[in-house]
C-alpha cells in the first residue's frame, strides 16, 4: 500500500491533485491507516495515469469520471469509447474553429490601425471595438 | 428536403436507427434527398454544421437533432417544417 506523498511522487503529481481527484470522485484510499491517513493500491497509480492522459487529450473532469466507469463496465465495448473520442474532437475542432475567427478579427483590427504613433483617443481599434459593443446592445 | 445523418463508423445504435428513420422521412415529405455523413471523413463539415455530439440529424443545412430523433420526432419536425414553408 502507498501513503499519499508516495503516490504522488509514483505518479508524478503533487499530493494536493490527489485529494482534488478524491473531492471529484476521481479516486479513493483503498484503505486508511489506525491514524486516518491514506492508502492506495497500485491500481491507483494506473487510475492517474489514465486521468492525466485523459486530461491532456481534452476531456473534462466529469467525462473521464464516465469513461472510468465505461472502463470497468463489462457491457461497455471500444465503441462507446470511441465514440467519445469523436465527440471530443468534434468540440475541439469547434473551438478552433471559432479562435481561427477571432484571430481573423484582431488581423483586420490591428491592420485598420496604420498610426500607431496616434493619441489613444484616435485609436482605430479601440473605435471598432466601441462600435461592436454598441451593436451588441 | 435534405437530410443528413452524422455518424461515426461502428456505432450501433446509428446503424439500428438508419432504416426506420430513412422510412419515416420518406413516407413525410415528398423529394427527399437522404445523407449519411461520416464525420470521421467530413470533420470541417460536421464543425461547419455545428455539429457536436453523434447521432445528429440536420435539415436543410440546420441541425435539428443533436441526439438521435425516434422515427414520430423525425416525422413530426419534417412535415412541420413542410407546413412552415422550408
Redesign the interface.
Known amino acids: 500500500m502507498l501513503t499519499i506523498g508516495k503516490l504522488a511522487a509514483l505518479a508524478k503529481t503533487s499530493t494536493d491533485t490527489l485529494r482534488y481527484y478524491e473531492r471529484e470522485r476521481l479516486i479513493e484510499p483503498a484503505d486508511r491507516t489506525e491514524s486516518g491517513y491514506r492508502l492506495y493500491d497500485k491500481d491507483s497509480a494506473r487510475r492517474i495515469h489514465f486521468i492525466k492522459q485523459a486530461q491532456h487529450c481534452g476531456f473534462t473532469l466529469t467525462e473521464i469520471r464516465d469513461l472510468l466507469v465505461l472502463r470497468n463496465r463489462d457491457a461497455a465495448c471500444c ?1 462507446d469509447v ?2 467519445r473520442a ?2 471530443k ?3 475541439i ?2 473551438k478552433i ?1 471559432a479562435m481561427k475567427s477571432m484571430s481573423k478579427a484582431l488581423d483586420r483590427l490591428i491592420a485598420d490601425c496604420a498610426n500607431e504613433a496616434h493619441p489613444v483617443e484616435e485609436c482605430t481599434i479601440i473605435a471598432a471595438l466601441e462600435q461592436a459593443v454598441g451593436r451588441v446592445h | 428536403m435534405k437530410i443528413e445523418l452524422f455518424h461515426a463508423p461502428g456505432c450501433s445504435r446509428c446503424a439500428a436507427a438508419r432504416e426506420s428513420l430513412k422510412a419515416a422521412a420518406e413516407t413525410a415529405v415528398t423529394g427527399l434527398e437522404w445523407r449519411e455523413v461520416n464525420v470521421l471523413d467530413e470533420m470541417d463539415y460536421a464543425v461547419e454544421r455545428g455539429v457536436l455530439s453523434l447521432p445528429a440529424v440536420v435539415i436543410d443545412g440546420e441541425l435539428v437533432f443533436s441526439t438521435l430523433p425516434t422515427p414520430r420526432q423525425l416525422r413530426a419536425a419534417l412535415i412541420g417544417r413542410n407546413l412552415r414553408g422550408h
Open positions: 465503441g470511441r465514440k469523436i465527440e474532437k468534434l468540440q475542432e469547434h474553429k
